[in-house]
Nanobody
Framework: QLQLVESGGGLVQSGGSLRLSCAASGFTLDYYTIGWFRQAPGKDREGVACISSSGGSTNYLHSVKGRFTISRDSAKNTMHLQMNSLKPEDTAIYYC??????????????????WGKGTLVTVSS
């Protein structure tokens, strides 16, 4: 059974950093396009950062470019989202996701097949 479990969310002050992790089981992340999405209260879900299976292609939400970095740890079958210089508008539930198909930009806009349950990130001003 394919499963994704997020961790690392919490409360942080504006300007601070957090590192989200997502552990996969039942499949190997290396063969999947992976990504992080978020949904703030009253807003639509948006793709934050996505990366191809090869790592050669990435897609970042414009508002997080230069502040967030997506990565994968093949040895631990885990993906991460390093978030720096956090702003109150980054407050949301963050979800990790994976898909066996390749188009990073399309998947990052429309969503993926497999999802975690989410972890809450709250940035105070």
């Amino acid at each position: 059974q394919l499963q994704l479990v997020e961790s690392g969310g919490g409360l942080v002050q504006s300007g601070g950093s957090l590192r989200l992790s997502c552990a996969a089981s039942g499949f190997t992340l290396d063969y999947y396009t992976i990504g992080w999405f978020r949904q703030a209260p009253g807003k639509d879900r948006e793709g934050v950062a996505c990366i191809s299976s090869s790592g050669g292609s990435t897609n970042y939400l414009h508002s997080v470019k230069g502040r967030f970095t997506i990565s994968r740890d093949s040895a631990k079958n885990t993906m991460h989202l390093q978030m720096n210089s956090l702003k109150p508008e980054d407050t949301a539930i963050y979800y990790c996701a994976a898909d066996s198909r390749p188009p990073v930009d399309i998947l990052c806009n429309y969503g993926m097949d497999y999802w975690g349950k989410g972890t809450l990130v709250t940035v105070s001003s």
